[in-house]
Each structure stands twice: as structure tokens, then as C-alpha cells.
């Protein structure tokens, strides 16, 4: 039966592990358990930074005169106490649930 895990020798500061061992033993975990949990935040993170340095190197259009115009004036009437209530899909009706099965 083929293995389900990879297995990796790091090596880390005295200080490093003995920090390591502190909080495995206070979250009663195993060493695996806390790297494995270290390397999915880093690349979680790693990935978020690919995304944010993808969305950076966007161009970004200038607004339009009459966009500039209408978010003043949305300002202005959220700043006044009035909202609009805006619908997705303003075109179709609201679909009506449909009864239940007995």
C-alpha cells in the first residue's frame, strides 16, 4: 500500500524548536500536526500575496465625467439618511418558493 504522506527532514534554531515544543506539549499536538498547520497558513498567505501583486499590475481606467457625477451624488444622499435598494438581476421576478413535498 503506497504512503499517504511525504516525509521531510528541516532543520531549525535551538530556539526555534524548543518554542516548538512549548506549544506542542500546551496544545497537546504532535510536531507534524503544528509544521502542517505552519504550512498551510504560509502558503494561504503566499497565495493571497500572488492575488494582491496580480490585482496591483491591473490597469486602472480613469472615471467617466457622468460616473464621477453619480457617486457624488450617491454620496450625497447616503450623507442625506436615503438609500436605494438595489436588486441583482432587476429584470426578472422573484421566484416564489415552492411547497414542500409530503
Not at 30 to 42: F, G
Amino acid at each position: 500500500m503506497p504512503r499517504t504522506t511525504a516525509t521531510f527532514s528541516v532543520s531549525v534554531p535551538p530556539e526555534m524548536a524548543a518554542e516548538l515544543e512549548r506549544v506542542r506539549k500546551a496544545e497537546h499536538r504532535t510536531r507534524s500536526e503544528l509544521i502542517r498547520e505552519a504550512l498551510r497558513h504560509y502558503i494561504r498567505a503566499a497565495s493571497v500575496r500572488s492575488v494582491s501583486e496580480r490585482l496591483a499590475a491591473l490597469p486602472e481606467a480613469e472615471a467617466a465625467p457622468d460616473e464621477i457625477a453619480a457617486i457624488a451624488e450617491g454620496r450625497r444622499q447616503f450623507r442625506a439618511g436615503k438609500s436605494i435598494a438595489l436588486r441583482h438581476g432587476l429584470d426578472r421576478r422573484a421566484q416564489r418558493p415552492r411547497a414542500k413535498k409530503p
